[in-house]
């Protein structure tokens, strides 16, 4: 049954249906082979045959009645599975709609939209009588969850009473063709099979199954591959990131929570059902195994609750002992994937005390490929470990010998792990549920009884109070409990006064919060012993939010008392106003802050409404309060000074009256004209950069690699390059590689063009490796100091070093003296010229590390330029040495990129 009174559209068909199921292989082997070329149709001569798209489990499985509910094939057209199909978003959906209308067994709700406004599914299969329940199994859930107030005797009975809450995913990596064609099938088994297994899965479970995480993607991935299929570059992905924003990285927004599909999920995951066992689908299988499933490889990371380990170890080796009964070869544990990092879907469950597993399948095609037996290697290098791919081990028991790989063969794969997942769910039902209060009371125990007891983020001793908020709302949208005090407290030998946010660690997932809260210490790892070290899976090993977000916080150790308001989302600061009061009479003008991020997206609304605006080149104070150099001025005390106190009180922003001009410069604005490079290679550092800049209300203009080939730049006055090799730049993919139009980067005329514009007045801004593009193409007086530096004596992945600013350098207004910056295997800059290079920022000169892990730092990085600023002509480059904006987490270094956005600098400007 659905949620909601929508009707059900008729399902759209693929082309070709109505042939008969044995007819579409045989055409579409034949429309293969007349598009290979001789020496490939000689090969495809000498291999087996393609035995064609199997029987799939589920739908026909022999243990299901005659049911008046549908198989996926009915509706969508086609069996999911079959070579060079896949089902779009539609199709999906449509077949989704008709299952719930049409089974007792199945609900399915609308949780939120995505961020280009398509429906978020989320679908409950149970038992009819579970259902009619579904409140009283949440609110089990949730008690057993939170663990307070609940003693030994009422959660043993409660466990007795509940459902095991199982979430199963798909769709998250858009490329990952597989995920999602295998939910129909599984949804379809779960709601009609009336096999012995499955009617107590359906008794002891309720199943989440959150058939499409990323729906935008899923509809840019199935059209580009409806495109290229059965031609070269069938195996090819998508030219564009396959989400509005982040693509690949929407799997790395889990402890931020930043778009729209991720705050959705959470609030379900983290908020609202809480469910034990977390399964999220992949298909990244390492060649040629066929499926990565736990136990993991090490680290761990140590704010895990062991048993979570246990209970992701007992999972995976009951999904594992499931593949060797059905007799399906490939199935590998412990490489590669760890459990050190907080923040990835099938992470961020292990510090709130939830088994999050992680599949990664093996083939993530539509089309067929075959993989000859004498080129199957010998071993695979993950990490430190070196794995024989052709004899048996512990942790690869039966290796695969090579031969077709299908689609099909994927979809079997992810539904196999799915069944072992609900089975094992199934079979331990009151022991999850009992497992998450112990986990959930050791943790409340383990606050109240030892350091840390709490955390406080002062509401205003921050340079910054809006992002003092929203660490706040990060800690909420993740669960946590965050309280307000409701009068002023003592606590770390301080009076705190009423109004601060106290997190208190005694909570069930106090795992999560100190994680985000304090530094992490990354293991020293080798690749072999006395070797380089072993990167971390995802290259992260540090990302502590107080320093990223320059929030300023506080770890009280000592118990204290305070009475506490819970908290469910921080409001704006307040807006004060300095000077007098709004309504005193006609005053010359008014300032905000430009040390608040928030100023911009003011800024930018003001602009727009053709507001003028200034910025102040020195400090200026009025009324008791002072701002900083940068700050935003607005003359006039009418329809100028209503619109900025609109805005201010929008976003909580304070507001320095001025009665006369301020005694310092100030430089006249205009509403910025940016461009972003957006190349055919997908690259997620621009789609975030995209999405801060919108969240800001900057409005930037695409340039693709032809804009610069055909010299089409004079629309724009600042051109922001993010994070991507000057190789890449340069020439993009390789001709032959992908369709010609994706094919090339700006080449050696469009760098010429650039170099031109530049020099004539424009401002170039790049993120870490693009800085090495601009030095060679603009012939910049810089050099990348960190490319000589061997790895063995020099390595920072994904941690947050100590960075100093001249904040009385335009490029860095609003900045503090010293932050943290992320460095993720980044730049330091050497100065070639100091006539036309200006430092903005530094790494600091010792104790560079602040959380995650470095060597060599102090030696080869202390004191090195960060950022630069370089004169070119009438123009200017600003090459930031690492990414100031990543992912959306450091908060604290926005500004380094925004100022120049709003022509900030200490070199002319166009």
Do not use: C
Request: charged fraction near 25%; proline fraction near 8%.
């Amino acid at each position: 049954m659905t949620r909601s009174s929508a009707d059900v559209p008729a399902p759209a068909l693929p082309p070709g249906r109505g042939l008969t199921a044995a007819l579409v292989p045989v055409l579409l082997l034949a429309g293969l082979l007349l598009l290979l070329p001789a020496q490939g149709l000689a090969a495809l001569q000498d291999r087996p045959p393609n035995p064609g798209t199997p029987a799939l489990v589920g739908p026909q499985a022999p243990d299901a009645e005659p049911s008046t509910v549908p198989p996926p094939a009915d509706v969508i057209g086609f069996e999911l599975g079959s070579d060079y199909m896949l089902a779009d978003l539609d199709q999906l959906y449509d077949y989704y709609r008709v299952l719930a209308d049409a089974s007792p067994r199945v609900e399915m709700e609308e949780i939120g939209q995505s961020v280009r406004g398509e429906p978020l599914y989320l679908l409950y299969i149970s038992s009819e009588e579970n259902l009619a329940q579904l409140d009283r199994w949440q609110e089990i859930a949730e008690r057993m969850a939170r663990a307070r107030d609940l003693s030994e005797e009422e959660a043993r009975e409660l466990a007795r009473e509940g459902r095991a809450i199982v979430w199963i995913d798909a769709g998250i990596h858009s490329a990952e063709v597989a995920t999602p064609q295998h939910g129909p099938l599984l949804a379809h088994h779960m709601a009609t099979s009336e096999s012995e297994e499955v009617r107590r899965i359906r008794d002891d479970v309720v199943m989440l199954l959150m058939p499409m995480i990323n729906p935008d993607g899923h509809r840019i991935m199935v059209d580009w591959y409806r495109d290229v299929a059965r031609t070269p570059f069938e195996f090819t992905n998508t030219p564009e990131v396959w989400h509005e924003y982040v693509g690949h990285d929407l799997n790395r927004d889990w402890f931020m929570i930043r778009q729209e599909e991720t705050r959705h999920i959470a609030h379900q995951l983290y908020e609202r059902w809480y469910p034990q066992i977390v399964f999220n689908h992949h298909q990244h299988s390492p060649f040629p195994t066929r499926i990565f499933i736990p136990p993991f490889a090490d680290p761990l990371n140590p704010h895990i609750d062991p048993q979570v380990v246990r209970g992701v170890n007992l999972v995976g080796e009951h999904m594992g002992k499931r593949f060797e009964e059905e007799g399906r070869p490939g199935v590998v544990t412990g490489i590669t994937f760890t459990m050190w990092w907080n923040g990835g879907m099938r992470t961020a469950p292990y510090f709130h005390n939830q088994v999050g597993l992680l599949s990664e399948v093996a083939h993530r095609y539509a089309s067929p490929r075959y993989h000859d037996p004498e080129e199957i290697p010998e071993s695979i290098r993950a990490g430190s470990r070196e794995l024989s791919m052709t004899e048996p081990s512990i942790h690869y028991s039966n290796p695969w010998e090579g031969g077709w790989a299908r689609l099909a063969d994927a979809v079997e794969y992810h539904f196999v792990a799915s069944m072992g997942a609900l089975d094992i769910g199934s079979r331990l039902r009151e022991d999850w549920l009992m497992g998450k209060w112990q986990m959930g009371q050791r943790q409340i125990r383990a606050g109240e009884e030892g350091g840390p007891f709490a955390f406080l983020i002062p509401r205003n001793d921050q340079l910054d109070r809006g992002e003092a908020v929203e660490l706040v709302n990060v800690l909420r949208r993740g669960g946590v409990e965050v309280h307000e005090a409701l009068a002023s407290f003592r606590a770390g030998g301080e009076t705190w006064p009423a109004g601060t946010w106290v997190a208190p660690a005694g909570q069930a997932f106090r795992a999560h919060l100190r994680d985000l809260m304090e530094p992490q210490e990354h293991p020293r790892r080798e690749l072999y012993p006395g070797g380089p070290p072993e990167p971390p899976y995802g290259g992260l090993a540090g990302w502590t939010l107080p320093m990223q977000m320059a929030v300023n916080t506080v770890r009280i150790d000592e118990p204290f008392q305070v009475e506490l308001e819970p908290v469910e989302r921080a409001g704006v600061p307040e807006s004060r106003v300095f000077g007098g009061e709004e309504a005193d009479g006609d005053a010359w003008g008014w300032a905000i802050s430009g040390e608040r991020n928030a100023s911009r997206t003011a800024v930018n609304a003001l602009l727009d409404a053709g507001v003028g605006v200034d910025r102040a080149a020195g400090r200026i104070g009025a009324g008791g309060g002072e701002f900083a150099e940068g700050a935003f001025v607005i003359r006039g005390d009418g329809q100028a000074a209503s619109a900025l106190h609109e805005e201010a009180e929008r976003l909580g922003l304070d507001r320095m009256r001025l009665d006369r001009a301020p005694d310092v410069e100030l430089q006249p604005m205009e509403a910025p004209r940016i461009g972003l490079y957006m190349p055919w290679t997908g690259n997620m550092d621009e789609g975030w950069t995209r999405y801060i800049l919108h969240e800001h209300g900057f409005r930037p203009d695409t340039l693709r690699n032809r804009h610069f080939t055909d010299g089409e730049l004079d629309h724009v006055d600042v051109i922001v390059m993010t994070d991507q090799g000057a190789g890449s730049i340069l020439a993009g993919h390789r001709p032959g590689t992908m369709p010609e139009a994706y094919t090339g980067g700006l080449g050696e005329e469009g760098a010429q063009n650039l170099r031109a514009w530049v020099e004539a007045g424009g401002t170039l801004v790049t993120f870490d490796a693009a800085g090495d593009f601009a030095i060679s193409a603009l012939e910049l007086p810089v050099a990348n100091a960190a490319a000589e530096w061997d790895r063995a004596d020099f390595f920072v992945p994904g941690s947050l070093v100590r960075a100093t600013f001249d904040w009385s350098h335009p490029v860095a207004w609003g900045m503090p003296d010293e932050t943290a910056v992320f460095f993720q295997n980044s730049r330091a800059w050497e100065v070639l010229d100091e006539e036309r290079v200006a430092v903005v920022g530094r790494y600091a000169s010792r104790n560079l590390l602040m959380s995650g892990w470095e060597l060599g730092a102090d030696e080869h990085l202390a004191g090195r330029p960060a950022v630069v600023e370089v004169v070119a002509g009438e123009g200017r480059a600003v090459l930031i040495g690492f990414r100031p904006q990543f992912r959306a987490w450091p908060t604290g270094t926005y500004k380094l990129f925004l100022n120049p956005l709003h022509g900030a600098g200490g070199a002319p400007s166009r």
